[in-house]
Structures are given as C-alpha cells and as structure tokens.
C-alpha cells in the first residue's frame, strides 16, 4: 500500500513539504575505504585532511586518489557506450541529468571501445590506452606490452611512437612496435596554416600526440554522424 510521508494510505490529503533552512551535511568518505580516526576524508567539494598526518598516510592517500581517477576514465567510458547501445534515443537525456560534459564522455567512450576489458592493462593508466586508440589492435597490444614491461610514463610512450614513426619515414617502411602490418594506403590534406596552428595547441591541451589526437577528433566526430544518420 502507498503511504505518505505521515503514514497515511493513499487518497488522503498529502503530507507539505518545506525545505530545511539548513543544508543537508555532508557525507565523509575514507580514502582508503575505512572509516577510521586520522584517515583523509573526501566530500563532493574537497578532502578532509587531519593536521598531523603521518606522510606515509598522505602518500598512501595519494595513491588511492590517483586510482580513482585513472578507472574513473573507464567507467564512463564503459557508461556512455551501454547507454549507446542500449538506449539511442534518450541516452544524451541521461548525461544531461548526470552533469556531464558530452565531449568529454565521447572520448573515454572512443577509447572504451577500442579496447575490450580483457585486454586493458591494470598497470598502465587510462591515458596510455588513449594514445594507443587510433592504432590497429596488434599494433596497441605490441606498445602496451613494451611501455608495461619497461615502466614508460604516458611522455615516454608518446616518445617512443613518435621515433617509431621518425624511423619508419626514414627507411619508407611502416612504424611498428614490435608486429608488422601490410601497409595502409595515405592520402595529403591541404590544411591551411592557421588552422594547423590551432589544432596543434588543442592536442597539446589534452597532452595527446598531434596526429593521434587529429584522427581520434575525425573518428569521433564520423561516429557521431554515423549514429545521428542511423537514429
């Protein structure tokens, strides 16, 4: 039986609601997962941190910090493609509602898709799969192997492609990690020079390499088309 809010069955007068003069308190969560005395304590606007934390606590809370945001990227990744797939025609209502920025959702979506749960590596961050993303799957799954095994930051990957690609235009051979690919065909755009400018600073702004960042801005811009035309 439906009741109000003072016990009432359904039918009779509602029970009137007034907003509390006072605001809601804030929730506390551990960092690290236990509600314990001394631990740093996040809230929706910012950390809770004991004077006098040991600064191995604050090391450790750092850690579980950086955790969080690297799945984080996953998660809605993962999020905005079921929402994708199984609801096309009220998904974008469903990120409205959550707050979040499209754009933003519509590249960790890019990357989740690129690759299946079973082949992303626990070990390397969120943003050493993105740089992988535009690449062929034996291509991404050679890098990944090579930047796990020799502990590469995200710099040192981006790098090590970068003289990959040196190398192969050097010898007019195909870059490549550690597999070879049959050689795709190419083709010259004729971008003016203000316009390069300006996509060169956009890539820099998402520490992403330019032409990585050039294909992965056309890929997802050719999917939202694509999807727009199959709606």
């Given at each position: 039986m439906v009741t109000n809010r003072n016990g009432g069955p359904?039918?009779?007068?509602?029970?009137?609601?007034?907003?509390?003069?006072?605001?809601?308190?804030?929730?506390?969560?551990a960092v690290d997962g236990e509600q314990?005395?001394?631990?740093?304590?996040?809230?929706?606007?910012?950390?809770?941190?004991?004077?006098?934390?040991?600064?191995?606590?604050?090391?450790r809370a750092g850690r579980r910090l950086?955790?969080?945001?690297n799945s984080s990227s996953w998660w809605?990744?993962?999020?905005?493609?079921?929402?994708?797939?199984?609801?096309?025609?009220?998904?974008?209502?469903?990120?409205?509602?959550?707050?979040?920025?499209?754009?933003?959702?519509?590249n960790y979506a890019w990357v989740s898709r690129r690759f299946d749960v079973v082949r992303r590596r626990a070990g390397l961050s969120f943003q050493h799969h993105a740089e992988l993303a535009p690449l062929p799957v034996e291509e991404q799954d050679a890098w990944l192997d090579r930047a796990e095994q020799l502990g590469w930051t995200t710099k040192q990957l981006r790098g090590a492609i970068r003289l990959a690609r040196e190398d192969a235009a050097?010898?007019?051979?195909?870059?490549?990690?550690?597999?070879?690919?049959?050689?795709?065909?190419?083709?010259?755009?004729?971008?003016?020079?203000?316009r390069l400018q300006w996509w060169h600073k956009a890539a820099e702004q998402t520490g992403t390499d330019f032409e990585q960042w050039v294909m992965a801005t056309l890929d997802n811009a050719a999917e939202q088309v694509l999807e727009?035309?199959?709606?």
């Open positions: 359904e039918g009779e007068q509602p029970a009137r609601f007034r907003r509390s003069p006072h605001p809601a308190p804030r929730t506390y969560h314990r005395h001394g631990r740093v304590l996040t809230t929706n606007v910012g950390l809770q941190i004991p004077a006098g934390l040991a600064f191995e606590e604050w090391e950086s955790g969080l945001v809605l990744g993962d999020w905005l493609v079921y929402g994708k797939d199984h609801y096309s025609d009220r998904y974008e209502r469903g990120i409205r509602a959550a707050g979040l920025q499209y754009q933003t959702l519509r050097d010898t007019g051979r195909e870059p490549a990690a550690e597999t070879e690919r049959p050689a795709e065909p190419t083709r010259r755009l004729a971008v003016p020079d203000s727009e035309a199959r709606a």
